[in-house]
């Protein structure tokens, strides 16, 4: 029996939180206090985690929907940004200066160009997704959760090391990954957003980590332990409710 199935991307894995899910790839990230297990923990339920760091909307729709089988009565999605290049945005242009010798303005150049077909690609693989989810399991409840929020909401607050123009190009992706994960078809949206707009990684009490090389406490622009634990209860508080949109 699968009561409970959690995909995604790294967002959704939290590499970096220790402590690592035994047995799992290295290269997963899949920690045992990412909300997934944490919600799992709350209430008592069986959970499969197949998050992996890297995924694509492609790679849930291939390697994770088929996890799901007939007895699956949730899932759980954070993905999206590796199809638009969200995390890539702020992170290479917080490398130091002598990286830029690599290409990096280049690279960011490039998200940009693609982003209007990656953007349309994603969504269309997100309707695939939760149509292939209700096919094995027609009263599964789908769910996709949000992005923490990263950046600040106030333009105007510093970010460095990375610059207004990278900050603000960043933060336009992130609105615009909200937006279209929220309005995919026959799925639930927990609007984790807006409930962690006065915890980004540069604030007081930030549930996303600042850029950094290592990995200890999360990995640079990811959820910390606190943001998982928030995002956890955001979504035991969605699936007390009675929505089914």
């Known amino acids: 029996m699968t009561a409970y199935v959690a995909m995604g991307s790294s967002f959704a894995a939290g590499p970096g939180l220790r402590p690592r899910v035994e047995g799992s790839p290295r290269l997963a990230g899949r920690s045992q206090v990412n909300y997934a297990h944490l919600v799992a923990a709350k209430l008592g339920l069986e959970l499969v985690d197949v998050t992996f760091g890297g995924t ?54 490039r998200i940009g160009e693609e982003l209007d077909a990656n953007f349309a690609s994603m969504e269309a693989n ?20 949000e992005y923490l929020t990263v950046l600040p909401p106030d333009a105007s607050t510093p970010t460095p090391p990375l610059s ?63 943001g ?7 979504v035991v508080a969605q699936l007390g409710s009675d929505s089914t949109d």
């Open 56 to 109: 694509t909307t492609t790679d849930i729709l291939a390697s994770q929907v088929p996890v799901v089988t007939p007895d699956t009565t949730l899932v759980t999605i954070t993905g999206g940004g590796n199809d638009v290049g969200f995390v890539p945005a702020l992170l290479l242009p917080s490398l130091p200066k002598p990286f830029a010798l690599l290409g990096t303005a280049r690279r960011v150049h």
């Open 126 to 145: 997100f309707a695939k997704i939760v149509e292939g989810i209700h096919a094995i399991a027609p009263a599964c409840r789908v769910v996709l959760v």
């Open 228 to 234: 998982m634990a928030a995002v956890a209860d955001l």
């Open 164 to 226: 207004a123009e990278s900050a603000a190009f960043a933060r336009g992706i992130g609105a615009r990954l909200s937006e279209v994960t929220a309005r995919v078809p026959w799925a639930e949206f927990v609007a984790v957003g807006a409930a962690s707009a006065d915890h980004h990684a540069w604030s007081t009490v930030p549930w996303t980590m600042g850029f950094r090389f290592g990995m200890k406490g999360g990995a640079a622009y990811h959820p910390n332990a606190a």
